[in-house]
């Protein structure tokens, strides 16, 4: 369609970019599910906290791992314009 065929390391670059954007949202998902609900796997506390403790941290650290996708993966495609 009119687009210039990429070398190899271009595309070796890009899968190292998405390799990276990965792991550092895995980590950052990780570290805020562990934040947030920690407590919930450490102190006994009422089912109905562990339960919203729970459900926060796996919502709020997914969601964080996608922004942190993207913002990685947008800055590399700045980068290379």
Same mark, same amino acid.
């Given at each position: 369609m009119? %687009? $210039?065929?990429?070398?190899q390391a271009e595309r070796?670059?890009?899968?190292v970019e998405i390799?990276?954007?990965?792991l550092s949202a895995c980590f950052l998902g990780g570290?805020?599910? %562990? $934040?947030?609900?920690?407590p919930a796997a450490v102190?006994?506390?009422?089912p109905a906290v562990e339960r919203l403790l729970w459900a926060t941290g796996a919502?709020?650290?997914g969601a964080l791992a996608v922004i942190r996708v993207v913002h990685v993966l947008w800055r590399h495609a700045a980068r290379r314009r």
């Open positions: 009119g %687009a $210039a065929r990429r070398s070796d670059d890009i899968t390799g990276y954007a990965l570290v805020v599910f %562990a $934040a947030v609900a920690g102190w006994t506390l009422p919502t709020v650290a």
